[in-house]
């Protein structure tokens, strides 16, 4: 693992952003898994930034995002679907056809899930993977415990990731308690991954990823099994490392060549 403290989260989505459009335009039909929640809000902004002004054609790339909510039809205010043409594809040149987000309302979920596991295969592997990181070390919606080779699958939610989210839905009790998740393998298998986390109240679930022990108690800590995975972080997401000094030397000191 990458470890990139930056000022703050305005700085660290524009070295993310750099990322993805270096990537898109080496490789203009790149398949880019997606991720929700308020941390890629601004990656995907500094994305549509990209495309209006620097001309970033999203015209061939494809993507696939993390999760759904189980229940939820794509119109409903909360839907990742929803979410995602709001904060990212209404506003490039994305062809709707090359997206693809798990289906909340599917019939019949198993199904489902494995169809979305060929797509992806199909699709020839996500190149990038954004992922965010819930305060109990979730990603995508594999909550603690969950295998560390999981495919996409049904999850039930904690009351804690429930809690978390019930802010968006006007109370606890509207939230769904049924997630559709791309699995930790699933997710392990991308090319490339780049975890953002802003906040204090990531910095617990932040220092268990990258200097706690692997643990199905913690998903994220898989990633320290990745070959490529950078994270970036702001001032208070990195508060609880132990070798910030060390992450913040190794970046200011990097190659030339190896700067991103
Ligand atoms: C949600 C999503 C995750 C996200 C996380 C953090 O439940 N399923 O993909 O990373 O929680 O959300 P936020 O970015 O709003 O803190």
């Known amino acids: 693992m990458e470890i990139v403290i930056l000022k703050g989260v305005a700085q660290a989505c524009q070295v993310a952003a750099r990322l993805v459009e270096s990537l898109v335009r080496e490789k203009p039909d790149a398949v880019l898994g997606l991720a929700t929640g308020s941390t890629p809000v601004r990656l995907y902004a500094e994305m549509i930034r990209a495309h209006c002004e620097a001309g970033l ?47 909340g309302l599917a019939q019949d979920i198993p199904a489902h ?9 199909q ?31 049904i999850k039930s939610l904690t009351r ?63 990633l320290q099994m990745h070959p490529n995975t950078k994270v970036f972080l702001d001032e208070e997401a990195a508060m609880e490392l132990k070798r910030s000094e060390y992450y913040k030397w190794v970046y200011e000191n990097k190659p030339a060549w190896q700067k991103f």
């Open 113 to 121: 899930c494995r169809a979305y596991e060929d797509a992806i295969r």
């Open 160 to 222: 804690h990731t429930i809690e978390e989210n019930a802010r968006f839905f006007g109370g606890e009790d509207e939230v769904p308690r049924h997630v559709i998740t791309m699995g930790v393998g699933t997710i392990m298998e991308s090319r490339q991954i780049v975890m953002l986390a802003f906040g204090e109240k990531k910095a617990r679930a932040v220092a268990d990823m990258i200097e706690g022990p692997l643990t199905s108690y913690v998903p994220a800590s898989i």
């Open 57 to 103: 054609d999203f015209g061939r790339v494809r993507t696939f995002n993390l999760d759904e909510y189980a229940g939820l039809p794509r119109d409903h205010e909360q839907s990742y679907y929803r979410f995602m043409r709001e904060k990212l594809f209404d506003h490039v040149n994305i062809n709707p056809a090359n997206t693809n987000i798990p289906n």
């Open 123 to 153: 699709a020839g592997g996500v190149d990038l993977q954004i992922l965010g990181i819930g305060a109990n070390g979730h990603i995508g919606f594999n909550e603690p415990t969950s295998s560390l080779v999981s495919r996409t699958r």
